[in-house]
């Protein structure tokens, strides 16, 4: 578990997670009809190459074979981009991080291809705006459980579920750090949450039921109903009064 206390490492965590939400736009603004899933892994390579000291942290990740997670339509996470064509209507997560002078930022979007139906636009409306309820409730002298249960409560409000199997998590000198930050639970259960700690929450929201089915790639999480899915994620730092997102531009 990371809990950053200086302005050095304040100030380093801020600049890895502006890389990361720089390439993540650049990334959303290719997204088109007509265009291989690979084109996304070349851009973030190319992209995270104009930072001195950055550094793509998923290529290599226990052998995860590309720097991004590019997932379509009922793939829930991890889908690992190739010759893929992305279709009008398709929704597609994407995934990125960077290690950036020792520290790691995380974060993920869902954007539409082209015109969405109405109810895809609705999933990745509400998948958006749960992550924004979980980093409401993340705050000094709160719990761990206030998180998952506001994502929780958001998302099951309008018909939707989490997914139960992955979750989020501590984030800093690693990129996956305890503690896992489950997008359901209970308010006032688990850790206490501290100044400093530094957290990546992403709620992973289906239209459908929570459960999924792994592919055999070993790596690309679909929904188990072939339902559609979306990602959203930010890193966050707690903060006494409100948390910091510092994968933002």
């Known amino acids: 578990m990371t809990i950053i206390k200086s302005a050095e490492e304040v100030a380093i965590m801020r600049e890895a997670g502006r890389i990361v939400a720089v390439i993540l736009q650049k990334l959303s603004e290719a997204v088109k009809p007509g265009i291989k ?4 892994n070349d851009l973030a390579e190319n992209e995270v ?14 052998n995860f074979p590309a720097s ?40 993920a979007v869902t954007v539409g291809v082209g015109n969405v139906s109405p109810a895809a636009r609705k999933l990745m409306d509400t998948t958006r705006a749960a992550l924004v309820e979980g980093i409401n409730a993340a705050r000094d002298g709160g719990y761990l459980g206030d998180i998952g249960e506001a994502i929780q409560a958001y998302v099951e409000s309008r018909g939707y579920s989490v997914v139960r199997e992955y979750s989020g ?29 530094t957290l990546a929450l992403e709620p992973m929201v289906n239209a459908g039921n929570w459960k999924t089915k792994l592919n055999n790639n070993g790596w690309t999480v679909f929904t188990a109903d072939g339902s559609l899915s979306a990602h959203f994620e930010h890193t966050i730092a707690i903060g006494k009064d409100e948390a910091e997102i510092l994968t933002l531009l």
Not at 37 to 40: A, E, G, I, Q, S
Not at 49 to 62: D, E, M, P, T, V
Not at 79 to 96: A, Q, T, W, Y
Not at 176 to 195: S, T
């Open 68 to 107: 991004v997670c590019v997932s379509v339509n009922d793939e829930v996470v991890h889908g690992i981009p190739g010759n893929k064509v992305l279709k009008e209507g398709d929704i597609v997560s994407l995934d990125f991080g960077v290690i950036y002078k020792g520290f790691q930022g995380d974060a």
């Open 49 to 62: 190459g104009k930072w001195n000291s950055a550094r793509a942290s998923f290529k290599g990740y226990h």
């Open 37 to 40: 899933t690979r084109v996304f």
């Open 169 to 197: 998590h501590g984030i800093g000198r690693d990129m996956h750090e305890d503690p896992l930050v489950p997008n359901f639970g209970r308010k006032n259960d688990g850790i206490r949450l501290r100044k400093g700690m």
